[in-house]
């Protein structure tokens, strides 16, 4: 099978170096659709692009966009910087943590079928075709109204073989919740990514999930305030591929990039100068895995098998 980007779908060969759990332009609140006068829409555009051009040339062909409704997306940006920049960018139905209220009481077949409706025919009337359902529980795990979302998703990905990417608060062990209700919906367990699990160092608790037959993306590298740091988050990827389960991991930064404010580009500060995030795992994490021993081909199964595989649903 294909795997649809924004630009279309390519073949799984040429999906590369993917990095597993990324935002190209994130609005919590859609503020850039509701508000767009508060934003410098060109200077967010050079800046999107720049980016995207330096993490292609940093050796990043590829990024798994998880930016759904309640996060501002916008498909027609999205597919402008891809064009510019030459990034495969693969683009999110689904909705995160905001559930819009018209979700609450919607029946979860016909929730489904908005999702189906995204990856069939396509997201608005913009004919671009989502490659990957979004879905997020965080803390104090899966609220009704995110279980309905995540049975909607459930039922769209056995419909359409649509892989799922979910965001979960590791700490709490969300994602063991969202696996039981995935299992409950019957969704094939290698059609499923467990989100943002190097948020954690428990091992054994990732064990236990991989044991489920999902994926896992280890990212949010290089980490915040409070939570592991990039070191830590390399010692848990270290420890899983030691146990054998590289074929299962996919590395991700969760970079989020806003748009640019009207009122950054009138103080002069709009002209970042440090490399972008899409980088921190080429430039720094991964030769830190290689000069611990890591072999490259680990490296490789990581960033090119596990997420074509995850993509595509073939080899
Ligand atoms: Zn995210």
Redesign the pocket.
């Known amino acids: 099978m294909t795997i649809e980007t924004v630009l279309g779908p390519i073949e799984p060969a040429q999906l590369g170096v993917t990095l597993s759990?990324e935002?190209v332009l994130v609005s919590m609140g859609e503020d850039n659709h509701h508000y767009p006068w508060l934003f410098d829409w060109d200077v967010t555009h050079e800046n999107a692009i720049r980016e995207l051009c330096e993490a292609k040339a940093g050796g990043i062909d590829s990024l798994i966009d998880?930016t759904t409704p309640d996060l501002g997306r916008d498909v027609a940006f999205v597919r402008d910087v891809a064009e510019a920049s030459g990034m495969h960018i693969v683009v999110a139905t689904g909705i995160w943590r905001d559930v819009p209220r018209s979700f609450w009481a919607r029946d979860i077949d016909r929730i489904a079928d908005i999702f189906v409706h995204e990856i069939d025919m396509g997201i608005g009337d913009s004919g671009v075709r989502a490659g990957v359902i979004k879905v997020a529980n965080d803390i104090g795990g899966v609220s009704p109204e995110g279980e309905r979302v995540l049975r909607g998703a459930a039922r769209a990905c056995k419909r359409t073989g649509c892989p799922i990417s979910t965001?979960q608060w590791a700490p709490e062990e969300v994602g063991r919740r969202q696996v039981e209700i995935l299992a409950d919906e019957r969704v094939p367990m290698d059609r499923v990514c467990i989100g943002h699990s190097a948020d954690t160092t428990d091992v054994g608790y990732l064990e236990s999930l991989l044991r489920e037959g999902v994926y896992l993306s280890m990212d949010r590298y290089p980490g915040a305030e409070g939570r592991p740091t990039w070191r830590e988050r390399n010692a848990t990827v270290r420890a899983l591929i030691d146990r054998g389960w590289a074929h299962r991991l996919m590395l991700g930064h969760?970079h989020?990039p806003g748009a640019i404010s009207v009122a950054t580009v009138r103080g002069g500060r709009a002209r970042p100068t440090e490399m972008t995030r899409y980088r921190f795992i080429t430039d720094t994490a991964i030769p830190a895995l290689i000069a611990e021993g890591v072999p490259q081909a680990t490296i490789d199964v990581m960033m090119r098998d596990v997420p074509r595989r995850f993509l595509s649903g073939g080899e």
């Open positions: 759990h935002h998880l965001h969760d989020a």
